[in-house]
């Protein structure tokens, strides 16, 4: 198949280069010339497991080409995904003037009949938004459209690509259908490098085709059912730290309930990134204009937005004033595994921290480059143990796995004070007790 993706963030390179990497001519378009420049000398714009292998593989063997032309990209394939951002607008509402904006060029440049697909994450009617674009600009050319939303997580994005849970086609007819499902006939049966396949990937992987509205309904509702899921364990360990219960256990004994299920239910600072916070905001926005308050989902966000003044609720609760105090900050990125400091928790807590007068010293393994364009007065430092001289509280806000096999020792005779607050629960609070540690973590009475 030859296939255009539009758009070469986290989404469209990763779908476009899996597709390579599956057998189909890809063509990767993006209208930033610096991003296509460093693609075409084989310089990764984004970091993402994998990823780099397999673009330089696809690229080698001709399968995966990139260019700043959407008239190229147009004229040399048959089916054309588009993954531009839609970053949030000031209410919440996502912005959809990249998607518009692509829709008309598409629809100017094309003159044979084309699929063009949506994968980006849109609000439910944003198809028939598109499609109405392409009739008001090329009524010479059949356009068909199709919804095939994307459930890839940072860090992992590869491997969910190419091992998903399941995949979501939203079609008006069965023809584009054919067509997407042969596109990913060989992930669909596994048909690809077996060092890349994940045995836990269901097999063969379940296709849901449906309509376009429920499929555009399925991304948001995804996401937001996981944020949900979040928020509840962690309204939960509120309550378990009221009443000296332990919620590491609550969560196993409820998560086994397969109903339930064991994912999403780790308590912590809560929800950050580019995807959930922007998804459930949006997504109450759509209900809104449907005329449905969506106080459910409101609730999922009051509980997310609280947590970090929490936390740093715990630290004053220890030290009692926060102002001169030194505080160690160990993780900032929104999750492991990642350099992404969007909408992470990291920024809201070192920002009361300093409000309250504290000096703030951080060390994250990846995001410290661009942490410090967005940190301000913070003193960024190489390991784990300088965060910890002459600290008055050791802060943990991202699970990093190097922080499991820190030495303790050694820590707790360069700090002032022996305290760590951990908005992980990394790890045991016995044991840190044991060490010597005032440890508070979430939800562990
Ligand atoms: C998410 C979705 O998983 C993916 O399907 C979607 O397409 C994009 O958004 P991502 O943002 O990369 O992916 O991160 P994810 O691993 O899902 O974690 C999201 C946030 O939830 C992180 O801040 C993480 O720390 C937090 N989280 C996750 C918890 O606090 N507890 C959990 O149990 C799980």
Redesign the pocket.
């Known amino acids: 198949m030859k296939i255009c993706i539009i758009g070469t963030g986290y989404?469209g390179l990763v779908t476009g280069t899996c597709f390579s990497e599956v057998g189909h001519r890809v063509i990767c378009v993006d209208s930033d010339e610096r991003k296509i420049a460093m693609l075409k000398r084989g310089e990764m714009p984004i970091y993402e497991v994998g990823l780099n292998e397999l673009v330089q593989r696809n690229k080698g063997r001709g399968y995966l080409t990139f260019s700043t032309s959407i008239e190229e990209g147009v004229e040399k394939s048959d089916v054309i995904f588009i993954c531009v951002g839609t970053p949030p607008k000031e209410r919440g509402e996502a912005d959809l003037s990249s998607v518009e904006k692509v829709a008309r060029q598409i629809a100017s440049f094309a003159t044979s009949s084309k699929l063009v697909v949506e994968k980006s994450?849109v609000p439910v009617k944003t198809g028939e938004w598109i499609k109405r674009v392409f009739k008001m600009y090329n009524s010479q050319v059949d356009f068909d459209i199709a919804s095939n939303?994307?459930?890839?997580?940072?860090?992992?994005?590869v491997a969910?690509f190419l091992n998903p849970d399941r995949i979501v086609i939203g079609v008006e007819k069965e023809g584009p259908a054919d067509i997407l499902k042969k596109i990913y006939e060989p992930i669909i049966n596994h048909q690809f490098d077996p060092n890349l396949r994940e045995p836990s990937s269901p097999h063969p992987v379940p296709l849901v085709v449906t309509d376009i509205q429920s499929a555009e309904i399925i991304?948001h509702a995804?996401?937001s059912f996981?944020?949900m899921?979040?928020s509840f364990?962690?309204a939960i360990s509120d309550i378990c730290e009221k009443v000296g219960a332990d919620i590491e256990k609550v969560?196993e004994g409820v998560g086994l309930d397969r109903r339930v299920g064991r994912?999403?239910?780790?308590?912590?600072?809560?929800?950050?990134?580019?995807?959930?916070p922007k998804?459930l905001q949006a997504f109450i926005k759509i209900a809104k204009d449907l005329n449905y308050d969506f106080t459910l989902l409101k609730e999922v966000e009051r509980i997310n937005k609280e947590r970090p003044a929490l936390l740093v609720k715990k630290i004053r609760d220890t030290l009692w004033i926060i102002k001169d105090k030194t505080i160690g900050i160990l993780g900032l990125s929104?999750?492991?595994g990642?350099d992404?400091m969007r909408?992470?928790?990291s920024l809201k807590v070192i920002s009361i921290l300093q409000k309250e007068g504290a000096r703030i010293k951080a060390y994250d393994p990846a995001s410290m480059g661009k942490a410090k364009e967005l940190l301000p007065g913070v003193v960024f430092v190489s390991d784990p143990y300088e965060v910890s001289e002459e600290a008055n509280a050791l802060v943990i806000l991202?699970?990093w796995d190097e922080f499991k096999t820190l030495n303790f020792f050694r820590i707790k005779k360069l700090m002032v004070n022996p305290v760590i607050i951990d908005g992980?629960n990394m790890f045991d609070p016995l044991k840190m007790k044991e060490l010597g540690f005032i440890y508070k973590c979430i939800g562990r009475g």
């Open positions: 989404v994450t939303p994307e459930f890839l997580r940072e860090g992992s994005a969910d991304k995804s996401n996981l944020a899921k979040i364990i962690n969560a994912h999403f239910l780790r308590a912590g600072l809560g929800f950050g990134g580019f995807c959930f998804d929104f999750k492991p990642t992404d909408f992470a928790p991202t699970e992980r």
